[in-house]
């Protein structure tokens, strides 16, 4: 996915808790890194929990453009309070399920990235799930 100054100034302050120009540089980061690597479920899994969280519009081939889903519940619609909170809890439940589900299996990364997605964005704990280049910075 391009990004562009327009996508980051479209970012609902409300939707992270650390600063917007730090979440702006991790969601970089991780579109970056997923085009480098498009089979990398890590990389999507950042990715698609950024694009989430920004209420960012994406494009499929072959399909008309639409806003990006929940990473977890897939649920569709603008982010907000209420939704990031149930789907940050929804991802931890997932993550310590068991026996742990077939899809996660071959997804390997994919869940691990999106709780330390939303752990950093949202609830800001920890560090961000990806080395953010000083360069990269918006």
């Known amino acids: 996915m391009e990004l562009t100054g327009r996508d980051f100034d479209r970012i609902p302050r409300g939707n992270v808790?650390?600063?917007?120009?730090?979440?702006?540089?991790?969601?970089?980061?991780?579109?970056?890194?997923?085009?480098?690597?498009?089979?990398?479920?890590?990389?999507?899994?950042?990715?698609?929990?950024?694009?989430?969280?920004?209420?960012?519009?994406?494009?499929?081939?072959?399909?008309?453009?639409?806003?990006?889903?929940?990473?977890?519940?897939?649920?569709?619609?603008?982010a907000h309070e209420e939704t990031i909170e149930a789907e940050t809890l929804a991802a931890e439940r997932l993550l310590w399920r068991r026996p742990v589900p077939q899809y996660l299996e071959s997804r390997p990364g994919w869940l691990d990235s999106v709780v330390a997605t939303l752990e950093w964005a949202w609830r800001r704990s920890g560090v961000p799930p990806l080395d953010v280049p000083a360069h990269s910075q918006s």
């Open 17 to 78: 808790r650390v600063p917007v120009v730090e979440f702006a540089s991790l969601w970089l980061t991780a579109e970056r890194a997923l085009d480098a690597d498009p089979k990398n479920w890590a990389y999507f899994g950042v990715a698609q929990t950024c694009r989430w969280l920004a209420c960012a519009t994406v494009r499929r081939v072959n399909q008309k453009p639409r806003l990006a889903d929940a990473p977890v519940t897939r649920r569709f619609g603008l």
